[in-house]
């Protein structure tokens, strides 16, 4: 193979025969060593790109064994700190602890009395917090939409916010200014190409963000495409009131709802009870018409409409909606955010509605345990249902979720060819893996339809950007390392932005 990119037009020029990968940059061959695989760039379908800087900065807690670990190294942290300022966390998983019990505010008051703290689960979507944050943010048992504060036998609030309840800390946070914006943002820009990630659909951005995104690109920062999904649930959107480039490598295309929350704090809507909790369903967000009612206007606008939906409720919820948004908007690009549980009666309206799953195959990797608790028998064998979809002819637009799930493609493509439970290291309904060319094709050429446009990227091909990644070895091969090693170096439009050493 030769490939010649030009970093003048950022477009492959040519793709010729040849008896060894032969890479040429302008007109200068790039060496490439001996097995190197020169792919197209890496795309993450669905990330979250100041994630990674964010809880970069707060107290790591994702390989904590039990709740006492987390909360002693919120205390030595805190020890740090002046009393009174606010301790973040990130990362903790009750699923992983010696014993799965959901923590409360007691543990974390008993270590650390004097500082709010609060602490993220690995998916976002539950805080734990003490009883001095309780106090600083007047957390009351209250109903709150779309969330739960939950409650202790006392009636009081136990330490654990769901869903839009943590809202309720977050809005008596100290704000956080642009620079540091920028530096979380940049820190995920660097990590993006280290792993050949070329291309990003950034979810649920705020449209305060979008100021620091624009100053690291006029800095020359942004080194990857961004392709941003504002934030919608409250009409967030309308900062921005019709899609289009904002900066250099940043470019605003759709907008984001949420119809569910996790499947690990119970907040996935499903259509039958926990198995774990027969006692709820889950938090629906959203009706069908009310997102339908919300997304009119941004698809009307052209916006490509991007919607989280985990459980099967939430899944068949969202089609609901989108058949609405379908009638009325034929051209609309209609995505379902996470797909993870899809009754096996709603998986052919994906086909049928021309709707996009966009999905994370480490998810399924690691929630395995988790999942087969949450849903029984019956349900994991339909849920995470690559296959099922890819049946249908869908393409699956494939990412990481980072920072809840590490954002390496190659760690990804695995999951897709292998689906080994993280906690067995054993296949976990192998029936739904996809094969190596369809991976390949999930983290690069498909993650295009997913965007309006459907933009000349995925592929080595004339005529398309000039966005590759080199790796040395192959990612499907189970004896490979997922780790930055493998990547040899980025390339975007015909520029090496990364390059091991």
């Known amino acids: 193979m030769r490939i010649e990119c030009s970093s003048t037009t950022g477009l492959i020029e040519a793709v010729l025969p040849s008896n060894r990968p032969q890479l040429f940059l302008d007109g200068t061959e790039y060496p490439l060593p001996t097995g190197a695989l020169v792919l197209p760039g890496f795309t993450d379908s669905h990330a979250h790109l100041i994630g990674l800087g964010e809880m970069e900065s707060k107290v790591d807690l994702v390989d904590a064994r039990s ?26 998983n009750q699923e992983r602890w010696d014993s799965p019990a ?57 330490g654990l916010l769901i869903d839009n309840a943590m809202m309720l800390a977050f809005q008596q946070m100290p704000p956080i200014t642009t620079e540091q914006k920028m530096e979380w943002l940049d820190y995920g820009v660097g990590q993006c190409l280290r792993y050949g990630i070329t291309s990003l659909h950034d979810m649920n951005v705020e449209p305060e963000r979008l100021e620091a995104m624009t100053r690291l690109a006029e800095r020359g920062g942004m080194k990857i495409r961004c392709s941003v999904f ?30 569910d929350g996790a499947l690990g704090s119970r907040g996935a809507l499903l259509l039958q009870p926990y198995s774990d909790a027969p006692a709820t369903c889950g938090i629906q967000l959203l009706s069908a018409d009310q997102l339908a009612g919300l997304a009119d206007e941004p698809a009307r606008r052209g916006f490509a409409v ?90 699956i637009l494939a990412g990481s979720d980072f920072p809840i799930e590490s954002p390496d ?44 446009g459907n933009p000349w990227r995925g592929r080595i091909a004339e005529g398309y950007a000039a966005d590759l990644v080199v790796l040395a070895g192959n990612p499907c091969a189970a004896a490979e390392a997922t780790t930055i090693a493998t990547t040899l170096a980025t390339i975007v439009a015909g520029n090496v932005v990364w390059r091991w050493a």
């Open 67 to 92: 709740a006492q670990e987390c909360a002693q190294r919120i205390a030595e942290h805190a020890r740090t700190l002046p009393a009174g300022t606010w301790v973040q966390g990130f990362g903790w």
């Open 102 to 158: 959901l923590p409360t505010r007691e543990l974390l008051d008993s270590l650390i009395p004097h500082h709010p703290v609060i602490l993220l689960r690995i998916d976002t979507h539950a805080a734990w917090v003490n009883s001095a944050a309780i106090h600083a943010a007047n957390i009351t048992p209250r109903w709150v939409e779309g969330g739960q504060v939950l409650l202790d036998d006392t009636g009081q609030p136990n």
């Open 230 to 259: 504002l934030k919608a649930q409250g009409e967030e959107w309308r900062a921005v009131p019709q899609p289009g480039p904002l900066a250099k490598n940043v470019d605003i295309v759709g907008v984001k709802y949420f119809a």
């Open 306 to 395: 991007a919607t989280h939906a985990i459980g099967d409720g939430a899944n068949r919820l969202v089609l609901d909606a989108y058949q609405q948004l379908r009638n009325r908007y034929p051209d609309a690009l209609l995505r379902v955010e996470h797909a993870q549980i899809v009754h096996p009666d709603d998986v052919p309206r994906f086909a049928e509605l021309g709707v996009l799953p966009s999905m994370q195959p480490t998810h399924c990797t690691s929630d395995a345990a988790m999942a087969r608790q949450r849903l029984g028998a019956v349900r994991c064998g339909y849920a995470y249902g690559w296959q099922n979809l890819r049946r249908t002819g869908v393409p």
């Open 409 to 452: 493609p190659i760690a990804g493509i695995r999951a897709f060819v292998e689906r080994l439970d993280n906690s067995t290291q054993k296949p976990w309904h192998p029936e739904q893996r996809i094969t190596e060319q369809e991976a390949i094709a999930a983290f690069t050429e498909w993650p295009a339809a997913g965007i309006p």
